[in-house]
Each structure stands twice: as structure tokens, then as C-alpha cells.
């Protein structure tokens, strides 16, 4: 069955089952489903078939007398009475969970930490930070990629952490500011003296001349760097595109033309003068990313450390 089927969608058609215990196996999957927002991500992280995480939703929602999931083209979405016992049994089961489940192993048995996120972030700041504790015995599984497909695989179990470039939408993850990431508008030195400060007389038009390089086609960084400072439009296509921020930083350095990218990528750069900020506005566009959290109690002790140490070693980046 699809999570969106109404005609198996399980959805209560008579009064209420007599009153009696829950079996917390139907409680354990309905906040299964509760977090990951799909049947089908639910059955992931419990290990179980879709047909039979459907039959015991059903099932709950006969004891109940009340629809639970709002059965949707893609994934369910809770309704205010799912909110209502989600809110009542998290903590219990979680609890329950941290207290007979693999946590109780000691940490030198722990499983591995599963650590997603943009692949320039984890290279550039990340592991650096995380090194020292690989070099005490925490073992790390990094994924590179984009954070919404990130976001789905984390709600079906496949990482423990992701760090996404904006905050996830709904209550079933857990997310926290991170860092901020300051976009900067650069050249190499031979266009920047071309320019020779036309840009503060002449505006963004003065760049028409120099190539543009940029992480995509249809320049999402750019145009938000030209909105927040220049209030317009960007009008220009890219010379350029290299879907990866380092990339786009190697080949601007090189003479390629101008772009426009995050300052911890570049700050080496522009110390040593190898680019120049083309311009220094007293608004910088920002952008704010945020570690979230696989929803549940973790299990494994060295979760909490890679989470603790990386939530630290952000203030300083």
C-alpha cells in the first residue's frame, strides 16, 4: 500500500474498541511514523514491513475512534490528535528505549556516528574539528549532499546527524543554530583593478563586463547576494558553473571572472590577497545553518559527544 491510498488507508469506520492497554509495540510505531512523517520511512527504522506498520496504525486508530495520519501524495501528515499523543508519549517511550536499548553498551562498542551535510562545510570546518575525536577512538560515517534529500534520509534512520543549510520544516526533527555563513562578493586582483572601483559609482552593472562563476545554473547564491544588497535583480548568466563552492573559489582565484561565495571558504584567500572583496556592504547576506538531530533519544554515547564537540567548535568559525 502507498502511504496516500485512501482505500487501505486503515482510517476508523466504526465506534471505538472496548477500552483496554496499548500494546507499546503500536505506540513505538506510531511515533515511528509520528517522526519520520512515512509509513514507508517508518518501516526503515523499525525493521519491519510497510503493510504491517499500516495494519498497526489501523489498529491504533480503531482502539482510538480517531484518524491519526492524514494520508498525503507523498508521506502522511499528523493530525491534531496524533500531535496530542505524540506530545504524551515521547518522553516515556524515549526513556524507555535509552534505558533497555544499546545504550547501556559501554562506548567502546558504540556503532558509528552517521554525520551528513554540504560537502564544503564538512571538508573545510567539519572534519577538522572532528579529528581530535577520531583520534580518541570515535568512529564517523560522512555523506556529502544537498540538505533536503539529506533531511529524508535522516528521517528514515540513515544518518544520526545532518547539518542543513536552512532549518527543516514541521516537529518531527530536532534542529539548532550551528554558524552563520557571511556571502562575499570576489575577484582576482588583476579584475578587481580593472573595476578600479567602478562598482561603488557605476553599481552591479559595472560587472557585466566579467565573467560570472557560479556553484549552479540558476545562480541561487547570486541572486540572493544582489536582492539583500543592491535591491534588484540579477541580470547576467554564468561563464562558469561548478557544483561545488571550492571549485567555484579555485577557478575565481585563478582569473576566471567573479563570484559570489561564503567567506569561510575564501578567508585564506583574501588574507593573502589571492582575491579581493569586490565590494563591503554593511548588510552582508548570511545564512544561517542548523544541526539536526534524528528524532529519538540517542542510543549511542559517542552521538552525543560528536554533537556536543561540533555545537562548540562552531562559535569559532
Do not use: K
Not at 482510517?11 to 500494546?23: I, Q, S
Not at 545504550?103 to 571538508?123: F, K, N, Q, T, Y
Request: net charge neutral; aromatic share 4%.
Amino acid at each position: 500500500m502507498n502511504d496516500h491510498d485512501p482505500a487501505e488507508a486503515g482510517l476508523p469506520t466504526g465506534p471505538p474498541e472496548p477500552a483496554g492497554p496499548t500494546d507499546l509495540n503500536l505506540l513505538r510505531t506510531f511515533l515511528a511514523v509520528y517522526r519520520a512523517g512515512s509509513f514507508t520511512a517508518a518501516a526503515q527504522v523499525l525493521g519491519l514491513s510497510q503493510p504491517t506498520v499500516t495494519t498497526q496504525i489501523r489498529t491504533l486508530e480503531r482502539q482510538g475512534g480517531r484518524e491519526l495520519f492524514e494520508r498525503r501524495p507523498r508521506g502522511v501528515a499528523p493530525t491534531p490528535v496524533a500531535d496530542e499523543l505524540a506530545a504524551r508519549i515521547s518522553a516515556p517511550l524515549d526513556a524507555l528505549a535509552a534505558a533497555a536499548g544499546p545504550g547501556a553498551r559501554p562506548d567502546a562498542g558504540a556503532e558509528p556516528v552517521h554525520l551528513a551535510g554540504p560537502a564544503e562545510l564538512l571538508c573545510t570546518l567539519v572534519l577538522p574539528a572532528l579529528a581530535p575525536l577520531v583520534a580518541d577512538g570515535i568512529r564517523l560515517r560522512v555523506t556529502a549532499g544537498l540538505t533536503d534529500p539529506l533531511l529524508e534520509e535522516l528521517r528514515a534512520g540513515r544518518h544520526d546527524l545532518v547539518i542543513a543549510t536552512s532549518r527543516p520544516r514541521g516537529r518531527t526533527l530536532t534542529a539548532v543554530p550551528l554558524a552563520d555563513e557571511e556571502f562575499v562578493l570576489v575577484a582576482a586582483p588583476g579584475w578587481a583593478g580593472r573595476l578600479n572601483g567602478r562598482l561603488a559609482v557605476e553599481g552591479p552593472a559595472a560587472l557585466h563586463e566579467v565573467p560570472l562563476v557560479a556553484y549552479a545554473e540558476d545562480l541561487p547564491i547570486v541572486r540572493r547576494y544582489w536582492r539583500h544588497v543592491f535591491g534588484r535583480r540579477l541580470n547576467c548568466r554564468a561563464a562558469l558553473t561548478v557544483p561545488d563552492l571550492r571549485g567555484v573559489v579555485s577557478a575565481v582565484a585563478a582569473g576566471a571572472g567573479f563570484a559570489v561565495v561564503p567567506r569561510y571558504l575564501c578567508a585564506p584567500l583574501l588574507d593573502s590577497g589571492a582575491l579581493v572583496r569586490l565590494d563591503d556592504p554593511e548588510d552582508p547576506p548570511i545564512n544561517t545553518g542548523y544541526l539536526v538531530q534524528r528524532p529519538g533519544t540517542p542510543t549511542n554515547p559517542h552521538l552525543v559527544h560528536v554533537r556536543d564537540h561540533l555545537l562548540a567548535a562552531a562559535r569559532t568559525w
